[in-house]
């Protein structure tokens, strides 16, 4: 995790908080890449395993053909597959590698994503020398990285194992927004779109689960959910029953992952949002007997500077997986 | 298939040719997005399936944050997966899509792939205005889409179905190449490195296909990999055996893509490539009763702007799977 993230509420809960941003490297980009390699492997050392027993890795990032990932790929030598899906990555990942271990083609593989304040934020929007003044809706991308193990099975464990029991993988929903510093509101219809699919298919209720995890609306686009989920309520009596708990076990990773204090304005974004206070507080909640089932879903803005500049909207997407303590 | 590679000597082969590579658009990028969109429907038809019914989409190109996946599929409206494996994406939809169907999760899917010389040309390398002369090892970026639908079972058709039964997920391979050209050398070890990895996981040898085809590598990277198998069977007893008849059932989507004459030096590239091959010739070859076993094997040069102006190398990756007649 970055300086920043470290001086926040969520700091107690990471396995490693850097000193500083660049990490040792020459540059942000090469600093985010060393992130997201000790991130994936520590996570295979947790689960008391060696990377050569890994069968395939899945990850993804922010940054132009996923520069991070693909130089971590290089240097861990593992299989890996590349995936995008802007901040929603991280569900993306474990879902699929998931599928790759239930559906029998893998014994262990790794799902992780990761995201740097400074290589995004000269990538998408100002050179950081420039010091642009930032909009109250916009969000910080945080300097984060988070990996998980999923596995067919470790054996025998002292503490109970997290599940992965289902997946939505979600649809594109474009709600029209062309401002790309308001990106909650550009996903926030994506992850109600989601959320509304996965207790349709399952035919459950939001009150089923201990914990509904978005991954980055921040303060902003957490309002905007709750209210489409009070609208549709009110609207549909389906959706009233479905919604009716969902505002007890709602929460949003980006609007936790800073205190209000610390000057960033709607909260935090970026792939690593999720996928560490995922890997670093829930899945460690989960295994201590707090959440009994919890469904994450992670939340993208899929952006451009090209699409900006071709005066195109900001369309958002997000996927979910129910994590299920067993 | 845009205005260039309908003159080339795959032309037959393609659905639909272009007559302006802006295809009614006012930018290549959204005429890429089209041209995958359109792919994609014709793919969904051509099964005799409806939008509706495919449970997931898994596409990828080469652009910033996949631009071109992205709005296909906020216009096609179908859940959609979004990977990133430069060239060698159209493997790693169509592995996953299978992994999806097989492990029964999907029951049917679309995987496919595009790229246009337009976009690709002014995003890794030079403004198409500056008219910048290529080097002999350089490729050109075909302007292609491709996509494939992978489901469970379509029930009784006239001619035999294609299935994938075997897939192989490639490690990054970085052979040190700094010639953002010269990306034949860049992909040809992970090339090898995958089939070999492939030959040896399932116990066969070569000439157990009919043809094993790799994604771009192109004239020269061909040769490299021609001279890399060889050079693995002079070592070492097994590999011999395994690489025997190589030559005789290896072919490369770049070099076959252009004629000499059509002046794209190395041959082509791009994900477009091996994805309008795959699905536009190889496929229908094989309904026709040409080849009953086929190892696609896609291969991408992961480069990105941002590492090459920061000194680093290109590294290769490859995913393999196999094709084969029921």
């Known amino acids: 995790m970055g300086v920043k993230?470290?001086?926040?509420?969520?700091?107690?809960?990471?396995?490693?908080?850097?000193?500083?941003?660049?990490?040792?490297?020459?540059?942000?980009?090469?600093?985010?890449?060393?992130?997201?390699?000790?991130?994936?492997?520590?996570?295979?050392?947790?689960?008391?395993?060696?990377?050569?027993?890994?069968?395939?890795?899945?990850?993804?990032?922010?940054?132009?053909?996923?520069?991070?990932?693909?130089?971590?790929?290089?240097?861990?030598?593992?299989?890996?597959?590349?995936?995008?899906?802007?901040?929603?990555?991280?569900?993306?990942?474990?879902?699929?590698?998931?599928?790759?271990?239930?559906?029998?083609?893998?014994?262990?593989?790794?799902?992780?994503?990761?995201?740097?304040?400074?290589?995004?934020?000269?990538?998408?929007?100002?050179?950081?020398?420039?010091g642009n003044q930032?909009?109250?809706?916009?969000?910080?991308?945080?300097?984060?990285?988070?990996?998980?193990?999923?596995?067919?099975?470790?054996?025998?464990?002292?503490?109970?194992?997290?599940?992965?029991?289902?997946?939505?993988?979600?649809?594109?929903?474009?709600?029209?927004?062309?401002?790309?510093?308001?990106?909650?509101a550009a996903m926030a219809p994506a992850a109600f779109d989601t959320i509304r699919a996965h207790l349709t298919d399952t035919g459950r209720k939001s009150s089923d689960y201990d914990l509904i995890l978005t991954g980055d609306l921040g303060r902003v686009g957490k309002k905007i959910l709750l209210d489409l989920a009070l609208k549709k309520s009110s609207q549909d009596e389906k959706d009233e029953s479905v919604f009716r708990h969902f505002r007890k076990v709602y929460e949003d990773c980006g609007a936790i992952m800073y205190e209000d204090c610390q000057d960033t304005h709607a909260g935090g974004s970026g792939c690593g949002c999720s996928a560490s206070i995922f890997a670093g507080r829930i899945v460690k909640e989960m295994r201590a007997g707090k959440y009994k089932r919890v469904l994450l879903v992670s939340t993208g803005a899929l952006i451009s500077t090209i699409s900006k500049q071709q005066g195109e909207t900001v369309p958002g997407i997000a996927h979910a997986v129910t994590v299920e303590v067993m």
């Open 5 to 130: 993230e470290g001086k926040g509420p969520q700091a107690r809960w990471f396995d490693k908080i850097l000193q500083d941003d660049y990490y040792g490297e020459k540059t942000f980009e090469k600093a985010e890449s060393k992130l997201l390699k000790n991130s994936i492997t520590m996570a295979i050392e947790k689960a008391g395993l060696k990377k050569q027993t890994i069968d395939v890795m899945l990850t993804g990032d922010l940054l132009n053909q996923l520069m991070s990932s693909s130089y971590m790929a290089r240097d861990v030598s593992i299989p890996y597959l590349g995936l995008y899906g802007a901040c929603s990555t991280m569900t993306e990942s474990i879902l699929l590698a998931s599928v790759l271990v239930d559906g029998g083609f893998c014994t262990h593989t790794v799902a992780g994503a990761s995201s740097h304040f400074a290589t995004a934020e000269r990538q998408f929007r100002m050179p950081l020398e420039h």
């Open 134 to 184: 930032r909009p109250p809706q916009a969000q910080w991308t945080a300097t984060a990285a988070g990996a998980v193990t999923i596995s067919q099975s470790l054996g025998r464990t002292d503490k109970p194992l997290c599940c992965i029991t289902h997946g939505t993988v979600g649809r594109v929903v474009d709600p029209g927004i062309t401002d790309t510093n308001f990106m909650g």
